[in-house]
């Protein structure tokens, strides 16, 4: 016997940490050159770490004998101490799922997108859980649960492949809506029927509607816990802004001591990710302890948060060096816990129904619904094959139910099929995509005929594409620039249908005066600065009648400000916009027409000419 497989079989105390750290690096490892296998293939990176866990998991390892004797030794119980992260994760997965619930992001889905999404959620859950009920000879409830494990999307492949297309409009806002609305109906019904489940196996649980009374007080308790991790964070968290001027702190006394002592700015940090992440822990693992659906404790945390506290909560979750980490660990142990074993027979041949009635149901269910709306056809060409992928949180459902119901067999459908899902998927994502770019350039290329020149008319109509009158302030009243940027600022959340946290903007533009001025001389100021909580840029043009100190280098009073927030995701956008804007606002002769406009119509007005006609403005500053 080899000393790995020695030290895999032995339960002698002092090992056990050698084991565990053994197990810890080789799933570490084996993920992380997986991933990069794959991202060299160009292929999910995701499927890759999925495979590469799988590949050093107990059940692989005792398949081929490196592991010899039966499942149960130290390799495998130090694996599975592993587990819990893959449920703390979820949790601050489902948290983050709060974000989109923002009351003006829901606002915005819109009929279309609402209506598209139910149709293909609903023909996908009714294909899947009836495939397993007439055909695969599952239980009622377990059909049910599998279909609705079927309605999740995972978008990060998806956005990521429309960022590096350059994909913006229609189709990308509707693929947005979408998969929020996918995400938040497949947990709540996974969690509703996984308490049914669970209810069911519990002796004289009785049946019928006696079973729904004792969930939905099971559903009652995880609300309330989730009300309290919220009220948790927004003590621990302040919500108060930073000053745009430099000075002290100032700590107020009215707060209490333990709010002196513990809170944090909520400015993006990893300080703010370590509050988040160990108080809700703390409440789901109370929840998940008592048999509560602990996705719905977090996603409704998540709401009252989006809705009632700091926005920058949610961008600590989103940190870059942070985020990766996270996600190569939770998708290490998910690709570990596939047991290869039950991959052959009857089980192989339900994971092959699950890929084909999910593709069925996405594909005709979203095809059906841009029918019944009306969608323009080139969305309705391209919207099916965007909602294929799938990943994290259908994985680790289906890890959580074949735990809390010992049902091994669910994980052995689900997860071979989201690596079907990950590659097949993620290749026609790329396909509808390429397809749906090249329209849109060749609409672009036949539109742009005819244009007189590139440059001054090209920035003046990047510009245009994001701001009309009312993202227009005529006749500013603010004495400083910390005033001036504060009712820009919130003119800019009046005017868009994006949900803007205040306090975060104003702490971030006041942060970026403090490093250097966005004065640029000649009378014109650019604050700007990017936001994680956006999903498009926003831009807001203010006139002050007799101008604001700004700190510009030449001192002269700026009365043209521009206002830019972008995304922080996309840094690309943010620099293409103030070049843009410098290319514009440089130009005198536009410059002089925008301070004098007397209202936002004229101002829109001097811009269409620019964008035009721009011979009619070529004097520009040296």
């Known amino acids: 016997m080899s000393e790995f497989a020695f030290i895999a079989t032995t339960s002698v105390p002092g090992r056990e940490v050698a084991v565990q750290m053994i197990a810890l690096g080789l799933i570490i490892l084996a993920a992380h050159l997986g991933g990069k296998l794959f991202t060299r293939m160009r292929l999910s990176q995701v499927t890759g770490q ?88 599952l239980g009622f409830v377990d059909a049910l649960l599998i279909g609705s494990i079927g309605i999740a999307t995972a978008p990060a492949v998806t956005f990521v492949l429309m960022n590096q297309l350059r ?12 998969v929020v609305l996918d995400d938040l109906i497949e947990v709540i019904i996974f969690s509703c029927l996984l308490q049914i489940s669970l209810r069911q196996l519990h002796p004289g649980a009785g ?22 991790i919220f009220f948790i964070l927004r003590l621990l968290v302040r919500r108060r ?95 570990a816990s596939i047991d290869l074993s039950l991959l052959s027979g009857s089980l192989a041949w339900m994971a092959g129904m699950y890929v084909a009635t999910r593709m069925a149901g996405k594909f005709f269910g979203t095809w059906l619904g841009c029918r019944i709306v009306k969608e323009e056809r080139k969305v309705t060409a391209c919207l ?21 119901l010992g049902r091994p067999d669910i994980v052995a459908i689900i997860l071979p099929a989201i690596v079907f899902f990950e590659i097949v998927g993620v290749f026609l994502v790329d396909r509808g995509l390429r397809r749906w770019r090249s329209w849109v350039a060749g609409e672009e290329e036949e539109m742009s005929r005819g244009t007189p020149r590139a440059g001054l008319s090209e920035s003046a109509r990047r510009l ?17 620039k910390k005033d001036v940027i504060k009712e820009l600022v919130y003119h800019a959340s009046s005017a868009t249908e994006q949900h803007i946290d205040l306090p975060q903007a104003m702490q971030v533009l006041g942060e970026r005066e403090q490093l250097h001025s966005t004065g640029m001389g000649h009378g014109v100021a650019m604050p700007h600065c990017r936001l994680m909580g956006l999903d498009t840029p926003v831009l807001v043009f203010g006139v002050h009648p007799e101008g604001v100190d700004f700190d510009s280098p030449d001192y002269i009073p700026c009365r043209v400000i521009l206002l830019i927030l972008t995304c922080a995701r996309n840094p690309t956008e943010h620099l293409q916009l103030l070049s843009s804007a410098a290319h514009v606002l440089g130009n005198r002769q536009i410059r002089d027409r925008l301070r004098d406009a007397r209202n936002p119509r004229e101002f829109i007005q001097v811009m269409r000419e620019a964008a035009e006609d721009p011979e009619r403005v070529d004097s520009r500053d040296k």
């Open 50 to 137: 999925l495979i590469g866990g799988a590949l050093v998991g107990p059940y692989a390892l005792h398949l081929v004998g490196i592991i010899p004797g039966p499942a149960g030794g130290a390799y495998d119980n130090a694996l599975h101490a592993f587990h819990f992260f893959i449920f703390v994760f979820l949790s601050v997965v489902a948290f983050g799922i709060g974000e989109e619930l923002h009351l003006s992001r829901i606002k915005r889905v819109g009929r279309s997108a609402l209506i598209i999404c139910l149709i293909q959620a609903g023909m996908t859950w009714v294909f899947i859980s009836s495939a397993f009920y007439f055909i695969g000879g």
């Open 167 to 178: 994909i913006e409009g229609r189709l990308r806002h509707i693929l947005g809506s979408m």
């Open 207 to 228: 049946g019928g509607l006696s079973v729904f009374f004792p969930v939905a007080k099971e559903i009652v308790l995880a609300l309330l816990v989730g009300g309290l």
């Open 241 to 335: 802004a930073l000053s745009l001027e430099v000075e002290h702190e100032r700590i107020h006394q009215d707060e209490g001591f333990l709010q002196r002592v513990l809170a944090e700015h909520p400015s993006p940090s990893a300080e703010i990710f370590l509050v988040v992440m160990g108080i809700v822990s703390l409440g789901t693992g109370f929840v998940y302890y008592h048999h509560w659906p602990f996705l719905v404790t977090a996603i409704f945390a998540g709401f009252l948060v989006a809705n009632f506290h700091s926005h920058a909560i949610f961008d600590s979750l989103k940190i870059e060096n942070i985020t990766p980490i996270l996600n190569l660990g939770f998708f290490a142990l998910v690709g």
């Open 384 to 404: 099916p094959s965007l909602m294929l992928p799938q990943a994290g949180v259908a994985a680790v459902e289906a890890v959580y139910a074949g735990a809390v």
């Open 464 to 480: 245009l594409g994001y701001i009309s009158e009312d993202f227009v302030k005529i006749g500013l009243r603010g004495k400083t």
